[in-house]
């Protein structure tokens, strides 16, 4: 199974969530048998090949780096990525195209994140290994068409492996999403009120009190759409930072997923894992 080439137990990713997804949570996931993600956004080099090594003290399993391709240090994060010789990369906001020849070199498999139908051609003409299909469920930056959608449009063009994104929560969403064609899930605001989740009690809180409907799309400082939770019109929503180390209610961005009115407690991330499989 291609998974299992990876060296996985189970077709499940974590996603790359900024600030959050640090070495704690993201080694608590590979010791589960999943893939655990290293977010390298708003990371210095140094910062990044930090948080590889000591992931790296905390597990043995593989686990992957997202790259943020907008960042203007993209390429100093990439030769991090490619000396520290990570299992596998994501890939968003943009084209990994100058990348593909460096990570490939270092044997590193590679999966760009994809919104719609359009841009996952222009990612399939290029030498990679995976898709990760993302519907607008998800929390975060994100596209205009829904994981139904656009799912079922991605797999039926590619025979590579296609997983899916927005709205995963336990075994019966992976077995929903592998009827449309995909070969595995990524989920991210399932993990965010776990133990593991290095974020201020304000946000687990927020997060296991959300209501249906719980999230709201807003513009991010970035200038993108993001999903986050629907705290009023007093919360500004701008800085996941201030969200994730300071729990700030006004500038926060509490960046979540439309499944997070499903999240109801705070929990060992083994639990939540279990769930999945």
């Known amino acids: ?14 996603g790359a969530m900024s600030w959050i997804a640090t070495p704690t949570l993201v080694a608590a996931v590979s010791n589960e048998g999943g893939l655990g993600i290293l977010a390298s ?13 000591q992931t790296k003290r905390m597990t043995k399993r593989p686990f992957g780096v997202n790259l943020v391709l907008f960042e203007k240090n993209a390429s100093a994060l990439c030769k991090v990525i490619c000396e520290e010789k990570v299992a596998v990369v994501t890939t968003g906001a943009g084209t990994p195209k100058s990348f593909i020849e460096q990570l490939k070199s270092a044997q590193i498999k590679i999966y760009p994140v994809v919104p719609t139908l359009k841009i996952a051609r222009k990612m399939l003409t290029l030498a990679i290994d ?5 519907g607008m469920e998800a929390g ?15 797999t039926a063009i590619t025979d590579i492996p296609v997983i899916a994104a927005g709205g995963i929560y336990d075994k019966s969403s992976i077995e929903a999403v592998k009827c449309l064609g995909a070969q595995g899930g990524q ?10 989740a290095e974020i201020a009690p304000k946000y687990k809180k927020l997060i296991i009190s959300a209501s249906n409907p719980g999230t709201t799309i807003k513009k991010s400082n970035a200038g993108f759409p993001a ?12 800085s996941l930072r201030d969200a994730v180390t300071k729990g700030d209610v006004v500038k926060g961005a509490f960046m979540a997923g439309q499944v997070a009115d499903r999240v109801k407690k705070i929990e060992p991330l083994k639990r939540v894992f279990e769930r999945l499989i």
């Open 1 to 14: 199974m291609w998974y299992q080439d990876i060296g996985l137990k189970y077709p499940i990713f974590q």
């Open 41 to 53: 956004g708003g990371r210095t080099a140094s910062e990044l090949r930090d948080m590889i090594r």
């Open 130 to 134: 995976g898709l990760i299909v993302e």
């Open 140 to 154: 975060g930056h994100i596209g205009t068409e829904t994981l139904l959608t656009v799912l079922p449009q991605v």
């Open 187 to 196: 989920a991210g605001t399932i993990f965010l009120a776990t133990e593991e």
């Open 227 to 238: 999903r986050v939770l629907d705290l009023g019109e007093n919360n500004q929503a701008l």
